[in-house]
């Protein structure tokens, strides 16, 4: 049943979906860039399977979400039909088999073990998984992320590993970093996924650069972002603590 409080909730989403669409739509046209190169990836941790059916009505056709176990609590309550399921937070080891060989997209792939491990699951089911692989340009700032300097080594074994294909970079800037030093952040990343583009490794095409959250999503669009993970700007601020 739908009820009044639904529909107050549909309109919010609708017109907050509107906003940010509008922004990158100018985001791009400032960038010279096509509207349809950025995708936007609605961050959905701490929404209920609910809201996320709202905000699949409202349009929104790829959900991103942090955490494993929450996403497959919604996933088996049917929240993502119909759209696309991305994992944008930290996995952990324990829990590749929950989800490898069935997302659409891994963005936060930060070691070559992690890599093995999602290809070695893949392998035993027949699947492929596509990844991106998370650095962290600042390591003292941030716990997650593979090292710049760790990046090319891993690439060069992607070669062996058959069953998952990567297909670009992710990357966060440290949290209360200041606009100007996001920016920063983000032309450094856009600088080494042009690197690596044109580097051709085995098994790895430098396709999606995964940046920009509901603060900073225009800065990441003008240094290339292709995949924007906003949360707080569609669905409004998360009434609890960090769930990062
Ligand atoms: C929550 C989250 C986002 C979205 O953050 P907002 O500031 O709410 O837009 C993006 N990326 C990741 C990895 C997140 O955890």
Known sequence: MQTASDETAFRTLQN??????????DACLRAGREVNSVRLVAASKS?????????????IGIFGENRVQELCEKRDKGAYEGAELHLIGHLQRNK????????ELIHSVDSLELLSAINACCEKQQKQQKVLIELNLDEEASKTGLSPALLEPLLEQAGKLSAVSIVGL???????G????????????????????RKKYDNVKMAELS????????EAILE???LIRIGTAIFGARDYGTLE
């Open 224 to 226: 290339g972002a292709t």
């Open 170 to 176: 992710m990357g966060i800037p440290p949290k209360n």
């Open 16 to 25: 907050n979906i509107a906003t940010v669409q509008r922004r990158i739509s």
């Open 47 to 59: 929404n209920s399977p609910e809201r996320i059916m709202l905000a699949k009505r409202a349009g």
């Open 178 to 197: 200041k606009c100007s030093e996001n920016c920063n952040y983000f032309g450094r990343m856009q600088e080494l996924f042009i690197d690596i583009q």
């Open 96 to 103: 590749v088999k929950q989800v490898a060989g069935q997302l």
């Open 211 to 218: 940046m920009g959250m509901s603060a900073d999503f225009e």
